[in-house]
C-alpha cells in the first residue's frame, strides 16, 4: 500500500505541491496554528532522504574534485549572485532581495537523486555532491546572507546556524549512521516504506507555510505576478546555465554533465521556506515558496534534454 501511495505521489507532486499552497492560503486560519511543526517535518524529509547515503559516498570527492567544486561555487557563489542583482534590478523591496536570494543560497535538492538516475546521470557523484553541500550548509547559508543582505536586514546567525544543524545536518548524519551500521538494511526496509510519508510531510510544509504568506496573495497584484514571474525567471536560468555548463565542461562524459545540470536546477526549498519564515518577515517566503511550484516541472522539462552516457568511468 505505501508503495503504491508512493508512485501515486511521485507521479502528481508537480500538481499536488501547488495545491497545497493553495490550500494553505484559502485555509490559512488553519494552518498558522502548526507553524511549530515545519522544522519537525523538514527534520523528518531530511532524515529519509539521507537513508540512501553511505560515507563511503565522499569518496567519490576524490575522483571528482573539480566537479563537486564547481558545483558548490555555481550553487551557492553564481546563482545567489544573479538572484541578488535580478532582485534589486526589478524589485526595490530588501524582504523580496532576501527571499531571491535565500531561494537559490539553499543547499541543493536531495530529490534531484531522482532525476538522475532516471535521466542515467552519475548517482555516486550526485550522492556526494548533495551529502558535502548539506553538511557545509550550518556554514555557506547564514555567511552568504549576512554577506549578501545583512546590511539591509540583521540576521540571527546563531539561532540560524542552530537550525540548520538540527534540521539538516543532525538528521543526515543519523540517516547515515544507521545505513552504515545495518549495513544497507533499513534503505531497503524502511526508505520505502517512509517515502510516502516524507512526501506527505513536504506538502504539509508547503500548506503549512502557504498560510504564513497568505496576506501577501489572497489578492491578486501586480508585484505578486511580478513575483512569480521573476521566480520563474530565476530557475529557469538556473537549469539553463547548469545545462549550458554541464555541456560545455563535460562533452565526453555526458552522465556527468546530466548530473551537474539538476544538482545546479534543483534546490532543497523546504529548508528556505522554514528559514524564511522563522527568521524573517512573511513577505521573504513569498520567492521561495513559488519556488515550489515550478521545481519538478522544470526538472521534468529539462530531462528531455538528457542522453544516455557513452561512458561512466572518466573522471573529471
Not at 495545491?19 to 494552518?31: D, E, F, I, Q
Not at 539538476?262 to 521573504?284: D, E, H, L, Q
Not at 516541472?297 to 573529471?316: G, H, M, N, R, Y
Request: charged share 10%; glycine share 6%; hydrophobic share 55%.
Amino acid at each position: 500500500m505505501t508503495a503504491t501511495l508512493n508512485v501515486f505521489l511521485q507521479k502528481y507532486i508537480a500538481l499536488l505541491t501547488p495545491l497545497s499552497l493553495l490550500l494553505g492560503v484559502a485555509l490559512h486560519t488553519l494552518g498558522e496554528n502548526y507553524l511549530f511543526a515545519v522544522p519537525w517535518l523538514f527534520a523528518f524529509m531530511t532524515f529519509v532522504g539521507s537513508l540512501g547515503m553511505r560515507a563511503r559516498d565522499v569518496k567519490v570527492f576524490t575522483r571528482y574534485p573539480k566537479t563537486i567544486l564547481l558545483s558548490i561555487a555555481f550553487l551557492h557563489i553564481l546563482m545567489p549572485l544573479f538572484a541578488y542583482i535580478v532582485a534589486i534590478t526589478l524589485f526595490n523591496d530588501a524582504m523580496l532581495t532576501v527571499g531571491f536570494v535565500m531561494a537559490v543560497a539553499v543547499p541543493t535538492g536531495v530529490t534531484s537523486v531522482i532525476w538522475v538516475t532516471v535521466c542515467k546521470g552519475n548517482l555516486p557523484l550526485a550522492l556526494a555532491i548533495i551529502l558535502i553541500d548539506t553538511l557545509l550548509a550550518p556554514i555557506i547559508m547564514p555567511t552568504l546572507l549576512h554577506i549578501i543582505v545583512g546590511a539591509a536586514i540583521e540576521v540571527n546567525t546563531a539561532g540560524l546556524l542552530i537550525d540548520l544543524l538540527w534540521m539538516i545536518v543532525l538528521p543526515t548524519l543519523l540517516g547515515i549512521v544507521l545505513n552504515e551500521v545495518t549495513k544497507g538494511r533499513i534503505q531497503t526496509q524502511w526508505s520505502p516504506k517512509l517515502a510516502p510519508f516524507s512526501k506527505l510531510a513536504l506538502f504539509a510544509v508547503v500548506f503549512i507555510n502557504g498560510s504564513a504568506i497568505s496576506p501577501y496573495i489572497k489578492e491578486p497584484t501586480r508585484e505578486l505576478a511580478g513575483i512569480i514571474a521573476t521566480v520563474l525567471l530565476v530557475s529557469v536560468t538556473g537549469y539553463t546555465f547548469a545545462y549550458v555548463a554541464g555541456r560545455l565542461l563535460y562533452k565526453k562524459q555526458p552522465d556527468v554533465a546530466t548530473t551537474f545540470m539538476f544538482i545546479g536546477g534543483m534546490r532543497n526549498i523546504s529548508v528556505g521556506v522554514v528559514i524564511a519564515t522563522s527568521y524573517f518577515p512573511a513577505k521573504v517566503a513569498m520567492p521561495v515558496v513559488f519556488g515550489m511550484l515550478f521545481q519538478q516541472i522544470l526538472a521534468s522539462t529539462f530531462s528531455k534534454l538528457t542522453k544516455p552516457p557513452l561512458q561512466t568511468t572518466a573522471t573529471a
